[in-house]
């Protein structure tokens, strides 16, 4: 696992969690329908099945396009291109705590970007598992970042960072529970209030389970973003790497996420370490995950997509042409209308070291 600050994070392994369903799964929430728009005609099976309920996420989550994490050694290309108007990528991720600040030379970049470009906020401590206090202080900051870029939505992770004042540094998972459902929905519900706006909640990769838990971890994602009816943030490569690391098919999991909650999708490369693949957010996004990703996109249709690369940072053309490749591989689907594209074909060569 990897925290968005710069730090490896420790890491562990331990048997996969139980399968077994508990009651809380299929919690009913209304809908406000304003906030989205109705997705295009879904292509497959398992998509054609949903069509009798309303399918609805924000309009930006179809159409945002293709993106990178801004990151600041990036700076000057990126204010070069934006002025001769040669930004080849739709929209920049930012990590929200890097800009919570009162002024200074990142705010004012962050400013002339946003102005050509849409910019979306996605944090690392809202701390949304812990069994603290909501940080309002935290909040307060996220508030006025949020009013000031106006982003499609603010994101942050589906984990715990703390407990008891002391921030672990680490993006931890959480116990697979009814209990937790309810206590990490009620504290969406009370963030998404404070900032007046859902916010998309990100599946984080894992390294460990609980004995407690009592469903699968995309059972777990589903029932948090229905009960707080929030979006969700599918990271494709840490789904690949828990799937490894716990041995479950990541097709179910891919498979089973309501169309209507896929905000936004993350593509990330992972290391192998031994028997584990660890999170590191330091390679080209790797075939297996291009694969991956392509399912998705089958199943879902057009969806902002984003490529994250937090260590070893190449130059921003190659973190440029991994979005565009990403371009290129949704292209092609739609245009084949199935993952057996020749794109899909051609792809595990491209993410390879
Ligand atoms: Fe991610």
Same mark, same amino acid.
């Given at each position: 696992?990897?925290?968005?600050?710069?730090?490896e994070?420790?890491t562990?392994?331990?048997?996969?969690? =139980?399968l077994?369903?508990?009651?809380? !799964?299929h +919690?009913?929430? =209304?809908?406000?329908t304003?906030?989205?728009?109705t997705?295009?005609? #879904?292509?497959?099976?398992?998509? @054609?099945?949903?069509q009798?309920?309303?399918?609805?996420?924000?309009?930006?989550?179809?159409?945002?396009?293709?993106?990178?994490?801004?990151?600041p050694?990036?700076?000057?290309?990126?204010?070069?291109?934006v002025?001769?108007?040669?930004?080849?990528?739709?929209?920049?991720e930012?990590?929200?705590?890097?800009y919570?600040?009162?002024?200074?030379?990142?705010?004012?970049? &962050?400013?002339?970007?946003?102005?050509?470009?849409? $910019?979306?906020?996605?944090?690392?401590?809202?701390?949304?598992? =812990?069994? *603290?206090?909501?940080?309002?202080?935290?909040?307060e900051?996220?508030?006025?970042l949020?009013?000031?870029v106006?982003?499609?939505?603010?994101?942050d992770?589906l984990c715990?960072?703390?407990?008891?004042?002391?921030?672990?540094?680490?993006?931890?998972?959480? #116990?697979?529970t @009814?209990?937790?459902v309810r206590?990490?929905a009620?504290?969406?519900?009370?963030?998404?209030?404070?900032l007046?706006?859902?916010?998309?909640?990100?599946?984080?990769?894992s390294?460990?389970?609980?004995?407690?838990?009592?469903?699968?971890?995309?059972?777990?994602?589903?029932?948090?973003a229905?009960?707080?009816?929030?979006?969700?943030?599918? *990271?494709?490569?840490?789904?690949? $790497?828990s799937?490894?690391?716990?041995?479950?098919? @990541?097709?179910?999991?891919?498979?089973?996420?309501?169309?209507e909650?896929?905000?936004?999708?993350?593509?990330?490369?992972?290391?192998?370490?031994?028997?584990? !693949?660890?999170?590191?957010h330091?390679? #080209?996004?790797?075939a297996?995950?291009?694969k991956?990703?392509?399912?998705?996109?089958?199943?879902?249709?057009? +969806?902002? +997509?984003?490529?994250?690369?937090?260590?070893?940072?190449?130059s921003?053309g190659?973190l440029?042409?991994?979005?565009? &490749?990403?371009?290129?591989?949704?292209?092609? &689907? !739609?245009?084949?209308?199935d993952?057996?594209?020749?794109?899909?074909?051609r792809?595990?060569?491209?993410?390879q070291?």
């Open positions: 696992m990897r925290g968005r600050q710069g730090r994070i420790a562990g392994r331990l048997p996969g969690a =139980s077994s369903p508990p009651p809380a !799964l +919690t009913s929430h =209304s809908r406000d304003s906030r989205g728009t997705h295009p005609t #879904p292509r497959t099976d398992t998509a @054609a099945a949903m009798d309920s309303p399918i609805t996420r924000p309009a930006a989550a179809s159409s945002l396009g293709f993106g990178v994490g801004l990151r050694v990036h700076f000057p290309v990126i204010l070069e291109r002025a001769q108007q040669q930004l080849r990528i739709d929209w920049f930012i990590i929200s705590e890097n919570m600040v009162p002024g200074g030379r990142p705010l004012r970049i &962050l400013d002339e970007i946003r102005s050509h470009v849409p $910019v979306v906020l996605h944090g690392v401590s809202m701390n949304l598992g =812990s069994t *603290d206090p909501l940080d309002e202080a935290y909040l900051g996220l508030a006025r949020a009013d000031r106006d982003p499609p939505w603010v994101s992770h715990w960072t703390g407990v008891d004042a002391h921030n672990l540094h680490d993006l931890l998972p959480l #116990p697979y @009814a209990e937790t206590h990490v009620d504290r969406i519900g009370r963030v998404q209030d404070r007046r706006r859902q916010i998309a909640i990100e599946n984080v990769s390294y460990l389970s609980y004995t407690s838990d009592e469903m699968t971890e995309w059972e777990f994602l589903t029932a948090i229905e009960e707080a009816d929030c979006g969700i943030l599918l *990271d494709v490569n840490n789904i690949f $790497v799937a490894h690391n716990h041995d479950f098919d @990541a097709s179910l999991y891919v498979d089973a996420i309501p169309i909650r896929i905000y936004q999708i993350h593509l990330a490369g992972h290391s192998v370490q031994g028997p584990l !693949l660890i999170d590191t330091d390679h #080209p996004v790797r297996e995950v291009w991956l990703y392509e399912r998705v996109i089958s199943r879902i249709g057009p +969806t902002a +997509t984003l490529i994250e690369w937090d260590d070893r940072i190449p921003y190659v440029e042409s991994e979005a565009l &490749l990403a371009r290129s591989l949704c292209e092609d &689907l !739609l245009a084949h209308g993952s057996e594209s020749p794109r899909s074909a792809s595990p060569q491209v993410g070291e």
